[in-house]
């Protein structure tokens, strides 16, 4: 302790209520800031977000082709969009019947559009989920692996050519 000259105590430094406030109020600030400093522009997000949503979109067209036991065609339209549509047969891509999906108001298919400056790194190829699940083309021939990458995101998803499974 510092003695002033009447010899009496001097306080110096702070409490320990004030060093708490403080780490708390950076804590606070380094869980807004660290985010947005690190990915400036977002697109890492969103690409995220958007590789979420055609891996739950996937996944769902496979599910609801083995609930209803009919063809679900998956049919990405450019670099930024897929469609699920439902059919009566394999063989046809562009469908009679629309499945009604998630995020869907109409009987129009579901689908999922990527915000501007997200986009699959490559145009993915179309095929469908048959009856039992597996991923065919447009001819009900089963298809190879289906890789589908979204630029900016880490993972690839991944179509299982049997089993349909679909994962990243």
Not at 13 to 31: C, K, M, N, P, Y
Not at 110 to 120: D, L, N, P
Request: hydrophobic share 40%; charged share 10%; glycine share 10%.
């Amino acid at each position: 302790m510092l003695w002033s000259q009447r010899q009496e105590p001097c306080q110096s430094g702070f409490t320990i209520l004030e060093l708490i406030a403080v780490i708390a109020i950076l804590g606070v600030l380094s869980v807004i800031i660290m985010p947005t400093a690190s990915n400036v522009s977002g697109k890492a997000f969103y690409a995220r977000g958007f590789h979420d949503e055609t891996l739950a979109l996937l996944r769902f067209g496979q599910k609801a082709a083995i609930a209803q036991r009919r063809a679900v065609c998956v049919n990405f339209s450019g670099k930024t969009s897929v469609t699920l549509k439902g059919a009566v047969t394999a063989a046809t891509l562009y469908c009679e019947h629309d499945l009604q999906g998630p995020k869907s108001g109409s009987n129009t298919g579901a689908s999922i559009t990527a915000m501007s400056g997200v986009a699959y790194t490559t145009t993915p190829q179309n095929f469908n989920f048959d009856g039992l699940g597996q991923p065919v083309d447009a001819l009900g021939a089963l298809v190879g692996i289906q890789t589908i990458q979204v630029g900016n995101a880490a993972k690839m998803i991944t179509v299982e050519p049997v089993t349909g499974y679909t994962h990243d």
